[in-house]
């Protein structure tokens, strides 16, 4: 059994039995690494595409005009209904 003073978090103490070895006794990045190759192999932007998460990939030099046209038209709505 080990210390509750090893662990940080509840959970961690609840695990101990299934994952006898206490965090701070593992490499620190190991499970960090792992989770981010994992999240990397699953989620690109093709991916968001796919799924309609990302609409479309808008270049750096049409961002501002994009921005201002989003803007004006938004505005034009807002007065549009304001007069209604």
């Known amino acids: 059994m080990h210390p509750a003073s090893e662990f940080s978090t509840v959970g961690e103490i609840l695990s101990a039995e299934t994952n006898p070895t206490p965090r701070s006794r593992r490499h620190p990045h190991r499970d960090a690494r792992q989770d981010h190759a994992e999240f990397e192999a699953i989620h690109n932007i093709?991916?968001?595409?796919?799924?309609?998460?990302?609409?479309s990939i808008v270049?750096?030099?049409?961002?501002?005009?994009?921005?201002?046209?989003?803007?004006?038209?938004?505005?034009?709505?807002?007065?549009?209904?304001?007069?209604e």
Do not use: I, K
Not at 59 to 83: C, N
């Open 59 to 83: 270049p750096a030099a049409d961002l501002r005009p994009r921005l201002v046209d989003a803007v004006e038209r938004g505005m034009g709505r807002t007065l549009a209904q304001s007069t």
């Open 46 to 55: 093709d991916r968001a595409r796919e799924v309609g998460s990302v609409h």
